[in-house]
């Protein structure tokens, strides 16, 4: 059971270039969301996806678009890369459920290290 | 809306020590609250789940919850040098971004314990 896969794991990127990161698990999970995590900073929600066809903004989405391509399918990218978007990102799935009861544990890939330059 | 503060480190003790970890919110919303342990370069994972006020434990971690006070705690007991990671606290508020479950993260607290 590979949980959340994200690809590629590494990337150095000149700046004004684009990209896309992709992120799939398949342990059929409503919800999937975006983070970069940068020293300092912890874990910044960019956007997610509370179930298929939705998706919304988070904390930081400028620069940013993603497409919920499926259920188990999120992609981020980054149109036009800037130097202010080396970061390590991480894709995460949860069961989102109703009201109180929620189960929000998350799940997270190993991460994708983006250098742009 | 970064509610939650938790202490960067960071925190160097020796083995068998017993550590305690900590943050605070401001959110009263808040419902779940959970930590998370981060080995270096690698994913986030999930180490306790607690529902709302009390304590839980599992093996050598305890989690607290003090919703009067807005703060929560994880003491990890006779540390290892394998406990050596970075510890996320998380927060679930149900309102959040309108969708139910969106956690809300602290910046880490980064632990070593040194054999």
């Known amino acids: 059971n590979a949980g959340v896969t994200q690809t590629p794991k590494f990337q150095v990127l000149k700046t004004g270039q684009s990209m896309t990161l992709q992120c799939a698990q398949d342990?059929?999970?409503?919800?999937m969301y975006w983070y970069r995590q940068d020293p300092g900073m912890g874990l910044r929600l960019i956007y997610y996806?509370?179930?298929?066809?939705?998706?919304d903004k988070g904390e930081v989405p400028n620069g940013y678009n993603v497409s919920r391509l499926n259920k188990r399918e999120f992609s981020l990218r980054l149109e036009s890369a800037a130097p202010s978007q080396t970061s390590v990102y991480f894709c995460a799935s949860s069961e989102a459920g109703q009201g109180v009861s929620s189960n929000t544990e998350a799940f997270f890939g190993q991460g994708t290290r983006l250098t742009v330059v | 809306q970064k509610e939650v503060e938790q202490d960067p480190g960071p925190l160097s003790v020796p083995e068998g020590a017993i550590v305690s970890l900590n943050c605070t919110y401001s959110?009263?919303?808040?419902?779940?609250f959970m930590w998370y342990r981060q080995y270096s370069r690698k994913g986030p994972e999930l180490l306790m789940y607690t529902y709302s006020s009390g304590n839980k434990e599992d093996g050598r971690f305890t989690a607290q919850v003090d919703k009067s006070s807005k703060y929560i705690s994880l003491f990890i007991r006779d540390s290892q040098p394998s406990d050596s990671a970075t510890y996320l606290c998380a927060m679930s508020d149900p309102a959040y971004g309108g969708s139910q479950g969106n956690l809300i993260f602290g910046k880490g607290t980064k632990l070593s314990v040194k054999p």
């Open positions: 342990m059929n999970h409503n919800s």
């Open positions: 959110n009263s919303a808040f419902q779940y």
């Open positions: 996806s509370a179930s298929e066809g939705t998706t």
